[in-house]
Nanobody, 126 residues
Framework: EVQLVESGGGLVQAGGSLRLSCAVSGFTFDYYIIGWFRQAPGKEREGVSCISSSNSSTCYADSVKGRFTISSDNAKNTVYLQMNSLKPEDTAVYYC???????????????????WGQGTQVTVAS
């Protein structure tokens, strides 16, 4: 059974940092992407960042480039999202998700993701 479990959310002041973790289990696929998405109240879910399982290629939304960094620890089966210089507009529920692929690539297209975690709340106070 595929499982993704997020942790690390919380309340932080603007300009601060948080690191989210996504523990991945149950995967037996050669190629997949782990992505981070977020959804603020009243808004659609949007892609934030992703990392390929096979070659560690990464992708970022323009809104977080230079502030967020995605990484993975294969020994721990965990993907991290380091979030620096946080802004109030980063406030959202953050989800990690997995997309099964036929080749190594990256994507933040929502409907391409097959498995989702339960989400973790990030609140940035101004």
């Amino acid at each position: 059974e595929v499982q993704l479990v997020e942790s690390g959310g919380g309340l932080v002041q603007a300009g601060g940092s948080l690191r989210l973790s996504c523990a991945v289990s149950g995967f037996t696929f050669d190629y997949y992407i782990i992505g981070w998405f977020r959804q603020a109240p009243g808004k659609e879910r949007e892609g934030v960042s992703c990392i390929s399982s096979s070659n560690s290629s990464t992708c970022y939304a323009d809104s977080v480039k230079g502030r967020f960094t995605i990484s993975s620890d294969n020994a721990k089966n965990t993907v991290y999202l380091q979030m620096n210089s946080l802004k109030p507009e980063d406030t959202a529920v953050y989800y990690c998700a997995a997309a099964l692929r036929r080749v190594p690539d990256t994507s933040l297209i929502l409907h391409e993701y097959d498995y989702w975690g339960q989400g973790t709340q990030v609140t940035v106070a101004s």
